[in-house]
């Protein structure tokens, strides 16, 4: 999405309760969580069992420029949990969870995934599609009229 910063939740609990026989996973980053986290707890008070989303922690807003967060000092998933989450966990390294164990697991659901914060540069490029494009893209995934 272009412009969605710390929408990324909001959208997938939208997703969610729209179409309920479907699993919505939303992967989402540190910085888009502490942008918008009022969206955890209208996540964990809709409760939507088919919601699981992973939170990449590389604590630092990296598709702007790599300025700081302060994912060092808030416990993301304790936020998601305090929040209404049914499940909540903390991934620091590779071999301690599986995505099938936690796909399993009833959602509302809520991962905390720590990655390293990649070397300093510019932001990455824009997303290359125009917005109407990628509405299309998603209303044709979900077998929506264009």
Known sequence: MIGSMGLAASIGLGLALARPDRRVLVLDGDGNVLMNPGALASIG?????????????????????????????????????????????????????????????????????RIALGPPGPPGPRVPHAPEAMTARLRRALGAAT
């Open 45 to 113: 008070a809709a409760a939507p069992p088919n919601l699981h989303h992973v939170c990449f922690d590389n604590g630092a807003h990296a598709s702007t420029g790599g300025q700081r967060t302060i994912s060092d000092r808030v416990r993301l998933e304790e936020v998601a949990r305090a929040c209404g989450y049914r499940w909540s966990g903390r991934v620091e390294t590779l071999d301690a969870v599986t995505a099938e164990a936690f796909l399993a697991r009833e959602g509302p659901a809520f991962l905390l995934v």
